[in-house]
């Protein structure tokens, strides 16, 4: 009964979800009921909870684009990508949803300001290291290149987006493990649970405090004469500002050219939403910190006082599989990834972002690895967000529910003005 109730309940979510695909789902659901035998009872168990799931989830905010979103024109804060000027803001009030399990609002602490220490080495890593190919100022190695791309999963065709990835590395571990029917029905709810919350809480952050993404910090770093806040004018840039810096870019994998945009392959892009804290960090954290919570529980897993766990494993990602196509119309190299421990994933992930110039290190972590990561009390970015979820939700899984009371996310129990 349990791998039809699963199938069901999965297959009634999808289709209301993604209506497009009703002949691919309804396929897939038709196949796996072959494999597994007829089921009626568990089917029908299975399809009302979907239905139910559905049916909780009727009054969630859009996460799609808000064309008529305000910017601010204020030193630091996020505008539009210049190198794609039309591509809007995404979740503006995504923040603003009912959550599906946390019991409380996590603190996340603001990121590091503008011009400190911690801001400034992190503005010259990213200014190197997340430079186009092009740029004389690039000094990213192969192997950094590489693990941009390897994360990447920026929405594109045959691609999807990080949570997927997510899922598709729990599955390999499930396997590797021959866990069963019913501890991996657990095992990724818990997960997608993690993640749905993770999304939810790290949106609300990201327009709370608005912060710049490196395409536009750099360009603007000087504040005196660039950007449409300057009012001073200068004689000179500060060193640390390139107006005609621009990042490697989320990678346009797989987007084929059209006749109105010939170069569409070619042109990167920086995610449309504000930077801080990085939606891979918290998303991949979460994912990964309440496997291991469970994994563990099950005796799956160990994890140690520094951290790191051994739950190892190898993966294949979708953006180097040897089928995938590079922006200059080349086929991308296979690449099997190993790693000895969930820690490496989480670490590995959130500074990825930095390699394509996306995103700031600190908007995932200030750890300089995965042990520092995991040491580090400062509260900033996306891993100890979505650690801290991920504690919460494992906390109380034995009693999980997808429609607890929502926390007042418009005045959160603590000071988080920017």
């Not at 818990?190 to 609300?204: F, K, P, S, T």
Request: charged content about 20%; overall charge negative; glycine content about 8%.
């Amino acid at each position: 009964m349990a791998a039809s109730a699963v199938a069901a309940a999965s297959a009634a979510a999808l289709l209301n979800l993604y209506p497009s695909l009703n002949g691919f789902i309804t396929d897939e659901h038709a196949r796996f009921a072959a494999m597994w035998g007829e089921d009626a009872a568990g089917h029908r168990f299975g399809r009302k909870v979907g239905e139910n799931v559905l049916a909780l989830r009727r009054g969630d905010e859009d996460a799609g684009p808000d064309f008529d979103y305000i910017k601010s024109e204020a030193y630091g804060h996020h505008r539009e990508d210049p190198l794609n000027p039309t591509q809007g803001f995404l979740g503006v009030h995504y923040g603003q949803t009912r959550p599906f399990a946390i019991s409380t609002w996590h603190v996340l602490a603001k990121h590091p300001l503008i011009g400190s220490p911690v801001y400034t080495a992190h503005h010259s890593q990213v200014y190197t290291k997340g430079a186009a190919a092009s740029l004389s100022v690039v000094n990213r190695t192969s192997l950094e290149t590489l693990l941009g791309l390897f994360w990447a999963y920026d929405g594109v065709k045959d691609i999807g987006t990080p949570p997927r990835l997510y899922n598709q590395i729990m599955r390999i571990i499930s396997m590797d493990k021959g866990l069963s029917t019913e501890h991996n029905a657990r095992l990724f709810l818990l997960i997608n649970v993690a993640m749905a919350d993770a999304g939810i809480e790290a949106w609300w952050y990201k327009y709370h405090f608005d912060l710049w993404r490196p395409i536009i910090g750099i360009r603007e770093y000087d504040k005196s004469c660039m950007g449409p806040a300057a009012t001073i004018g200068a004689s000179a840039l500060d060193p640390a500002c390139d107006p005609f810096w621009h990042p490697l870019g989320a990678p346009k994998t797989n987007v084929v050219p059209t006749a109105n945009m010939p170069d569409e392959r070619i042109r990167s892009f920086t995610p449309p939403f504000p930077a801080y804290p990085s939606g891979h960090a918290t998303f991949g954290a979460a994912a990964f910190h309440i496997a291991r919570l469970y994994l563990k529980s099950i005796n799956e897993a160990t994890i140690n006082a520094n951290g790191t766990d051994n739950v190892a494993f190898k993966v294949v990602s979708d953006e180097l599989n040897g089928k995938s196509i590079d922006p200059d119309d080349t086929v991308r190299a296979r690449h099997v990834r190993t790693f000895s421990g969930l820690h490496e994933a989480i670490f590995e992930n959130a500074i990825s972002r930095v390699f394509l110039g996306v995103h700031w290190r600190f908007d995932g972590t200030t750890g300089t690895d995965p042990i520092s990561m995991w040491s580090a009390t400062d509260n900033i970015g996306g891993v100890p967000l979505g650690r801290a979820i991920a504690d919460d939700i494992f906390q109380k899984s034995d009693s999980l529910s997808l429609a607890p009371s929502p926390p007042n996310v418009n005045a959160p129990p603590f000071d988080a003005t920017p």
